[in-house]
Structure formats: structure tokens, C-alpha cells
């Protein structure tokens, strides 16, 4: 159904996977996203995660992340945690 549609008939979850989509298309070295699963289902965030799991395994990408949801520290390789600009923990 969304082959077709326009964005304002997209779900949240559709727009940023489209995004991400757009992002890749170029084949890009580094991919630095926001807080992709901000308001998100939780059936959605999964997906997502899932999604960007699967993009990591493949070729030659960096992706940066940032949040400020402490749980998303568990999905990557390394963490690094910031305040105000300074780096207080870097967790590999």
C-alpha cells in the first residue's frame, strides 16, 4: 500500500524507514541519525532495530546514533555517553 502513497498518508515508522532508505541509496560511509525510534510502538522500535542491524552487517558503514534513551546503548559496538559536549564514559 505504500508503493503509492504520499507522504502525509505514511506512518511515522513508514517516513523514517524511507528515510533511511534515501540515506542508503548512495551507499554512504557514514550515517549519522537522531533518535530513530522516538515515538515509536514498541512492535515499531523492534522492526527498526532490526532494520538497522541488518544495514550495519553490510558493507563498509559507521553509523552514529544519537539518543538519549539509555537502553539504546545495548544495540551497538560501542557507546560513547556525553554531557554538555564532554565525553564522561566511552564503552567499547
Known amino acids: 500500500h505504500v508503493a503509492n502513497a504520499y507522504p502525509s498518508q505514511l506512518s511515522s ?48 558503514l559507521t553509523m552514529v546514533y544519537f539518543s538519549d534513551n539509555d537502553e539504546h546503548g545495548q544495540l551497538t559496538d560501542r557507546t560513547i555517553w556525553m554531557t554538555y559536549g564532554k565525553i564522561r564514559e566511552d564503552i567499547k
Not at 548512495?26 to 541488518?54: A, G, N
Open 13 to 60: 515508522y513508514e517516513l523514517r524507514i524511507a528515510a533511511l532508505g534515501r540515506a542508503l541509496i548512495t551507499k554512504p560511509q557514514l550515517l549519522m541519525m537522531e533518535d530513530i525510534t522516538y515515538r515509536l510502538s514498541e512492535k515499531e522500535m523492534e522492526k527498526m532495530i532490526q532494520t538497522l542491524r541488518v544495514v550495519s552487517g553490510h558493507g563498509d
